[in-house]
């Protein structure tokens, strides 16, 4: 596991667990992932080092596509290196995985190109995307039945639909994030694109919120007590 900045911590069996910066199993209890996805087709749209791929694959899923791309090219772009495919196919190696694996950006996921999946999986991705509505309507395009979307979100004070824009900001020491939709905005986005019915599933604690803002003021990026995480279902 040496040389690869990982992302997600990963259990690859025998002891060996990666050593993540991201609440990756915390995470997964926010999504309410299916316990079985028996006879189901899975899209991860911006799987990185895979984590939620080949726990798909794990909870018995027919079929999983694991995409994405500027996580998987060539440099690296994030802090410290992040940004390759080293991980994941290293991962993927490790757990014997027959997880699908193809480079393709949000704005290119096509039917016609790929198919269409029973659910899929957008997390983390929206507020990375300059167009974060055009990338919905494509995400949306591949989906026959359910989506699971977790997202960072902001403006959480207001009562109307409301996004924030982070030109040049660097959001949490982090250039490459974009938007912060309010949970208006979202479900409005959602039903936008073709969703009828859209569950919040979680959604941090205000307390919580406060505390980060709190402790980041003092260590490092700054983030704002109406900023926070949120994670969706939505089914056609």
Sequence with gaps: ????????????????????????????????????????????????????????????????????????????????????????????????????????????LDPETIGTFDLVLFLGVLYHLPHPLLGLEKVASVCSNQLILETHVDLLDLGRPAMAFYPGEALAGDDSNWWGPNMKALEAMLRYVGFTRVEVVHREARRYRFARAAYRRMRGPRFRAQQGRCAVHAWK
Excluded: C, Q, Y
């Excluded at 900045?5 to 309410?32: C, N, Q, S, Y």
């Design 1 to 108: 596991m040496e040389g690869v900045e990982w992302f997600h911590t990963i259990d690859l069996g025998d002891g060996l667990v990666t050593p993540g910066k991201d609440e990756t199993f915390r995470k997964l209890e926010w999504l309410a992932l299916p316990e079985s996805l028996e006879s189901r087709s899975v899209l991860d749209v911006g799987a990185w080092d895979g984590f939620f791929s080949f726990e798909a694959e794990r909870r018995g899923a027919e079929r999983v596509l694991a995409t994405d791309s500027f996580a998987w090219e060539e440099p690296a772009w994030g802090p410290k290196g992040w940004g390759t495919r080293a991980g994941f196919d290293l991962a993927h190696r490790a757990l014997k995985s027959k997880v699908e694996a193809r480079g393709i950006d949000v704005l290119d």
